[in-house]
């Protein structure tokens, strides 16, 4: 990475469908050659390189050489931030269902 180029947000990373597939599929095994995930898509290897390079970016993904070869691999402890997230929204939901429901319940009496 240039030193230019900041990391990337979690969020925008996870944002695109193609990145989440890459990451279910990586999720699925130890470790996954490029070629391999490549074939897993109807796009080229540069397309296939370039989400996985935001990724990367954003530490969802870890890469290392073997050989001619790239291997990648799930790093989902930045999925942590999108957890802690949707848990607050989980809790306002929650909680404006309980008001709710003791609306409706109280409308009934």
């Known amino acids: 990475m240039s030193e230019n180029k900041q ?20 999720a699925q095994a130890e470790e996954v050659p490029l070629h391999e995930l490549t074939a897993r898509f109807s796009m080229g290897r540069t397309a296939v390189s370039k ?13 290392r050489k073997v050989g001619r070869e790239t291997r990648f691999r799930l790093n989902a402890s930045p999925l942590r931030e999108v957890e802690n997230w949707l848990a607050f929204y989980s ?19």
Not at 53 to 62: D, H, R, S
Not at 91 to 109: G, V
């Open 91 to 109: 809790k306002f939901w929650s909680i404006n269902m309980m008001c709710l429901d003791q609306l409706l319940e109280e409308e009934e009496e």
């Open 7 to 26: 990391s990337r947000d979690v969020f925008v990373a996870i944002a695109d469908p193609t990145r989440r597939q890459l990451m279910q599929l990586l």
């Open 51 to 63: 989400h996985l390079n935001i990724l990367k970016e954003a530490g969802l993904v870890v890469d």
